[in-house]
């Protein structure tokens, strides 16, 4: 309900500066009974129109028998205000603001006016909100209409004082098109587009210098469109490797992400190719095509960029321009740097120079994108070579348990490992600089064991380096290792090349009397894309203690496992009739030259302990008391024990005799 | 004899046969009598004798003036067949010139034609016809009595122009419009809505000051003024909004 007339006010007409008259609404009225009834009489309600100048008189003049002596009442009125446009597909319907415009008018109850009989000064000012839409379309210069979602766009106003203000602004959607709800009344000077600094031309020849008024009469006001002139370079690597291998003539295509454009492709030869006055903006960079000097597709290469899932670089050259500015301020300000005391010029200079290469550097990878085919990777293990007593030429692999390779080891050895990984780009063609992500598991079962009398064997470790070298990366202590792979540096601290893992020192412990007799060394490469991994068949060669009264199976092919005869005080050809059995055992591989064999022999729960000083005999009492002696002069030499143990030990090589007394 | 508003036409009878000897034709105005001069006024008297259903017609005289025509004669008929007959004999007839134009009605006193009342932005406007050749202004009143014949309602009514009469001069037959100048101000005269009241007017002379209880009648009318036309008003609820329609004001237009 409204407020009585007499507190209606209208703003002043020097107040209204900035608005434009409507004309044409028409104002429709009736007169209401005290009561809030329609009266119906002739005079009691009309229309009219406001005219050029939006004014409009509305003069009641009524005989209704509710009105008869209602010289002093105040008798509602109550309005309705209207007026459509000539819109795009359907026509504005506009939309009016009451009370001195701070609420719209009720279209369906009505705006109510009091007056009273005689009162002709009743103002009334009705503010037209409509909005008319104003709209265009933002795309991206240089391409088959690509849009850009985003950008923002403001209709600016030009007082005639020189100042300009905002009307609206708003956003792009992501089909690049803004619609802007515009005042009625407003006029447009100048259209700014603003989009993460970049520079934007009108393609349409609309004249907003000179005013655009909106006014639903005026309407539509559509294409009012724009694109973005912003440009920006990008540099395309297409490499074999992180080694930067030649990898051939590629086909390159390079169009604005989530854009139906076709553009013309490049062909791009060495390794990196910088393309200039690309759109700047979020960029879809494809490899399509490979091709070596004959023309031929280089099919693992293809496939790699092209398979079932091609692969995409996505380039962010949006603020490309902003950054180099930035880096291009950095460096003037470097520049104009100024040094009090000459003793720093060369310094500082040295830091400029090194701050100057590090920001190009950083400069570059902004506008680049890299593809990089690794081609396969490959897993070697080396293990220490003196240490490796196998002399055969070649083994059946298979033969242990599909190892990738095999290798002979006295027992109680410690011996290094060394792990390279290296990619094979193309035939003949690597690179031995690897992912730093890359980590190599260690997965080391040549230490402690879980054969029979394990217990017994780890307890009389009573040197505790000895005992972590047995149990290193073991699955029967803390479990496999991993360790990152590491390479060789250059000077700017860079990996150059060497990748892997550089000296991992393990121990064998007792042998495997079991079939295939090896144990085994697991590698393998996490966070790759391919599953690569290395068994190193570790054959422990030396004596083994089966404990009283066990036995075990001889192998019956080859390679065959020889019980020799120990030198000393008695010959094995079967092992029952002993209560502890001490074998000696080789591993002889059969070849077609003749019969060779490893050096293996072993000494059964003898360790090739250390000591510092004169020990020369251990005595190992096993599980049933059996006190086993075994003389060690021959075995042990000076410094006997593992090579962690600091300078001045020595490995001891393999024994070549050793003698053994029963019940001692 | 018979008057119009500029005529005078002495109509003799059957049995009349007189010789006129003389006339005296005199108006009486105001500030005395005026003789008039007849010479050329008088017309139609071929002869010195009129015979029955001869007249005199005296013309171009002022509209709703008093006259007195004194008029010397010989009665012919006594003459011959009377004693007396030969003898002068004077005969003095007074007469009242008519005011009204319209020489179709029967009312002399000019009142005025088709009176028509508006009501706009509280006021009561009036518009008639000039029927008066007489009139050197108009008189305006209302009244709360309304009858089905609309009575002459001028003498129990209210005047409420700002001066007592409407001065005009407007030629006979003249629309006259005296807009605001001659209107009710309802601000001012506070008549009630939905009420009828009657508003008259009558074509005055300058010199009409009052009205005669008497006057209504053609043998009794006065002279300074004609009789009313009146009409009916109902006062209707009148009020009035003077609108706007602009742009928004932070509509950014300067």
């Known amino acids: ?664 | 004899m018979a008057v119009t508003a500029t005529t005078l036409t002495l109509t003799f009878s059957e049995e009349a046969h007189v010789v006129i000897s003389s006339m005296i034709l005199t108006r009486h105005d105001l500030d005395g009598d005026v003789p008039i001069d007849t010479k050329d006024k008088i017309s139609l008297l071929e002869s010195d004798s009129v015979s029955t259903g001869q007249y005199v017609l005296v013309s171009d005289l002022r509209p709703g003036f008093r006259y007195t025509i004194s008029m010397q004669y010989t009665d012919n008929h006594l003459n011959r067949y009377e004693e007396n007959s030969g003898v002068l004999d004077t005969i003095v007839l007074p007469a009242v010139l008519s005011c009204s134009g319209d020489s179709g009605t029967s009312d002399l006193t000019g009142r005025p034609r088709n009176l028509q009342i508006k009501q706009q932005d509280g006021y009561v406007f009036f518009e008639f016809i000039d029927n008066s050749l007489c009139e050197e202004g108009f008189s305006f009143s209302r009244t709360q009595e309304v009858d089905e014949f609309l009575t002459d309602f001028t003498k129990g009514g209210t005047s409420f122009t700002s001066d007592y009469y409407y001065s005009s001069s407007q030629p006979y037959n003249s629309l006259i419009t005296p807009e605001i100048e001659a209107s009710d101000d309802l601000r001012l005269s506070q008549l009630e809505v939905g009420r009828q009241y009657a508003y008259c007017v009558r074509a005055i002379r300058k010199d009409h000051y009052m009205d005669s209880p008497y006057e209504g009648f053609n043998d009794r009318r006065l002279l300074t003024s004609s009789a009313a036309a009146c009409a009916a008003h109902t006062i209707k609820w009148e009020a009035s909004i003077d609108g706007l329609v602009t742009t928004e004001s932070n509509a950014v237009s300067n």
């Not at chain 1, 079939?515 to 060394?521: A, E, L, R, V, W």
């Not at chain 1, 009283?548 to 019980?563: D, K, Q, R, W, Y």
């Not at chain 1, 029952?576 to 059964?604: M, P, R, W």
């Open chain 1, 1 to 664: 309900m409204l407020m009585d007339n007499s507190i209606l006010t209208v703003p002043c007409y020097s107040s209204m500066k900035g608005t434009l008259p409507i004309e044409n609404v028409k104002i429709s009225w009736i007169l209401l009974s005290e009561t809030f009834e329609e009266l119906a009489c002739d005079g009691c309600n009309g229309d009219v129109l406001s005219n050029e100048g939006g004014v409009f008189t509305i003069a009641i003049k009524a005989t209704a028998e509710a009105l008869n002596g209602r010289n002093q009442a105040d008798i509602p009125v109550r309005l309705f205000f209207s007026k459509t446009s000539p819109g795009s597909s359907e026509r504005i319907v506009h939309k009016f603001l009451c009370n001195n415009g701070v609420e719209y008018c009720d279209e369906k109850n009505g705006h109510y006016v009091y007056l009273r009989h005689l009162h002709f000064d009743t103002s009334l000012h009705i503010f037209d909100k409509t909005s008319v839409p104003f709209s265009g379309k933002v795309t991206i210069a240089d391409t088959e209409g690509c849009v850009l979602p985003g950008a923002t766009i403001c209709l600016m106003h030009n007082s005639t004082l020189g100042i300009q203000s905002q009307i609206i602004c708003g956003d792009t959607d992501t089909n690049g098109i803004y619609v802007l709800p515009v005042v009625a009344g407003s006029i447009v000077h100048e259209i700014d587009v603003t989009y993460r600094g970049h520079t934007f031309s009108q393609t349409t020849d609309i004249d907003y210098a000179a005013g655009i008024v909106i006014l639903p009469e005026n309407a539509p006001f559509f294409n009012n469109n724009f694109e973005d002139i912003s440009k920006a370079d990008l540099r395309v690597e297409i490499v074999g490797g992180q080694c930067n291998e030649q990898l051939g003539k590629s086909e390159v295509v390079i169009k604005v992400m989530n854009c139906e454009w076709s553009p013309a492709r490049f062909t791009q030869s060495g390794i990196m190719q910088k393309y200039t006055n690309l759109p700047a903006h979020l960029m879809h960079v494809e490899v399509t095509n490979i091709v070596d000097k004959n023309e031929k597709q280089i099919d693992p290469i293809f496939q790699h960029f092209q398979g079932e899932r091609p692969i995409v670089r996505v380039i962010d050259l949006r603020d490309a321009n902003v950054i180099k500015a930035d880096f291009t301020a950095e460096k003037q300000s470097i520049e104009t740097n100024t040094t009090t005391g000459k003793e720093n010029i060369n310094a500082l200079n040295e830091e400029e120079m090194g701050l100057s290469a590090l920001e190009e550097g950083e400069e570059e990878k902004l506008d680049s994108v890299r593809f990089q085919y690794n081609g396969v990777l490959r897993m070697q293990v080396f293990i220490e070579e003196r240490k490796d007593m196998l002399d055969c030429d070649e083994a059946d692999l298979a033969e242990y348990g599909d190892a990738q390779s095999l290798h002979v080891i006295d027992y109680m050895t410690v011996f290094d490992v060394e792990v390279k990984l290296v990619y094979e780009i193309l035939t003949g063609l690597f690179c031995d600089i690897v992912d730093d992500d890359l980590k190599i598991l260690v997965d080391n079962q040549v230490g402690i064991d879980s054969f029979a009398g394990n217990k017994e064997f780890e307890q009389k470790v009573v040197d505790e380096d000895t005992l972590d070298l047995l149990s290193r990366c073991s699955p029967l202590n803390l479990g496999a290792c991993l360790f990152n792979v590491t390479h060789d540096m250059n000077a700017e601290g860079e990996n150059s090349g060497n990748a892997g893992l550089t000296k991992l020192t393990l121990a064998t412990g007792r042998p495997n009397i079991i079939s295939p007799y090896t144990k085994n060394i697991i590698f393998k490469v996490i966070g790759g894309t391919s599953d690569v991994a290395h068994k190193a068949a570790v054959f422990v060669s030396g004596l083994y203690s089966k404990g009283p009264g066990n036995s075990f199976a001889l192998p019956t092919h080859e390679p065959l496992m020889i019980l020799r005869d120990p030198p000393g005080r008695f010959s094995l050809s079967s092992s029952d009739q002993l209560d502890s059995l001490f074998i000696l055992l080789t591993l002889c591989i059969s070849f077609a030259g003749g019969l060779s064999y490893a050096k293996y022999e072993n000494v059964v729960s003898t360790f090739k302990s250390y000591t510092t000083h004169s020990e020369t005999s251990l005595k190992n009492k096993l599980n049933l008391g059996l006190a086993t002696s075994v003389k060690l002069e021959p075995l042990l030499c000076a410094g006997f024990g593992f090579g962690l143990l600091g300078p001045g030990v020595t490995f001891c090589q393999a024994p070549t005799a050793f003698s053994t007394e029963v019940g001692m």
